[in-house]
T-cell receptor, first 115, second 110 residues
């Protein structure tokens, strides 16, 4: 079956623009995670959904970052008024399990460059 | 707090063995291992849980020392396909999010 897909794969935004990044998890996966990965670093947690409920958003760096998963499947990460420090790869992962002990399936990521 | 991985990079010849370490300054509930090839998504390797339970691929071997808050990933008889960056992710308490280390870059040469 299909894995986790993300779109767009690459996004260039001018500083101050708003962007929306989409994640299509594996069908039936309850948990969905967003991570930010800077060049040469490990993924850094942003937020976690269980179905449509956002259970943890402690990793969102500022109130310019907003994520939603309204119907418990597709999720969108929105960044308002982008800044250069937002440049990174944004990874989405989904898991069949409702707890953190499950295998996470990662998407290929969206590389965001803010100029 | 981010776990510390060592070494930061290692170069092997095909068939050689390697050990990658992950160390945390706080008590751990679980350790997760992923491998990421350049420009690709991280791929799950293994989860080690407090109490000894493990979930993962049969060909991957790892250990979890709860008292020392450390985990090690053992790569034996390395193949070219093992090349990539290995990340450990730690979970401090059950139900908390994963915190990933900075990664260990592994290159296997023919």
């Amino acid at each position: 079956g299909a894995g986790v897909s993300q779109s767009p794969r690459y996004k260039v935004a001018k500083r101050g623009q708003d962007v929306a990044l989409r994640c299509d998890p594996i069908s039936g996966h309850v948990s969905l995670f967003w991570y930010q990965q800077a060049l040469g670093q490990g993924p850094e947690f942003l937020t976690y959904f269980q179905n449509e409920a956002q259970l943890d958003k402690s990793g969102l760096p500022s109130d310019r970052f907003f994520a939603e998963r309204p119907e418990g499947s597709v999720s969108t990460l929105k960044i308002q008024r982008t800044q250069q420090e937002d440049s990174a790869v944004y990874l989405c992962a989904s898991s069949l399990e409702t707890i953190w002990d499950g295998e996470q399936y990662f998407g290929p990521g969206t590389r965001l460059t803010v100029t | 707090q981010q776990p510390v991985q060592s070494p930061q990079a290692v170069i092997l010849r095909e068939g050689e063995d390697a050990v990658i370490n992950c160390s945390s300054s706080k008590a751990l509930y679980s350790v997760h291992w992923y491998r990421q090839k350049h420009g690709e998504a991280p791929v799950f390797l293994m989860i080690l849980l407090k109490g000894g339970e493990q979930k993962g691929h049969d060909k991957i071997s790892a250990s979890f020392n709860e008292k020392k808050q450390q985990s090690s990933l053992y790569l034996t008889a390395s193949q070219l396909s093992y090349s990539g960056t290995y990340f450990c992710g730690t979970e401090g308490n059950a139900g908390n999010m994963l915190t990933f280390g900075g990664g260990t870059r592994l290159m296997v040469k023919p």
